[in-house]
């Protein structure tokens, strides 16, 4: 069986009023993974500094970095 795991990190703990600050996506055949994708996404407001100190992720990663809508 073949499946996607789908990490999503934000700029908060609530859907509302928050934006998506990467996204990862991992293929797994059941064994092993088979596939990967990762970006950085620019979530069109400022990264509150404890989600920078949790993820790593700082607004000057994700100035250029494509947006989701």
């Known amino acids: 069986m073949t ?9 908060g703990g609530f ?5 998506i600050t990467e996204i990862a996506i991992y ?4 064994e092993r993974v ?5 970006s950085l996404i620019n ?3 400022k990264i509150p500094v404890y989600i920078t100190a949790l993820t790593g992720i700082s607004n000057a990663m994700v100035a ?6």
């Open 43 to 45: 979530p069109n407001q």
């Open 3 to 11: 499946y996607a795991i789908v990490d999503i990190e934000t700029t």
């Open 34 to 38: 088979v596939d990967e994708f990762h």
């Open 64 to 69: 250029s970095a494509p947006s989701f809508e």
């Open 15 to 19: 859907a509302s009023g928050n934006g």
């Open 27 to 30: 293929v797994h055949d059941g």
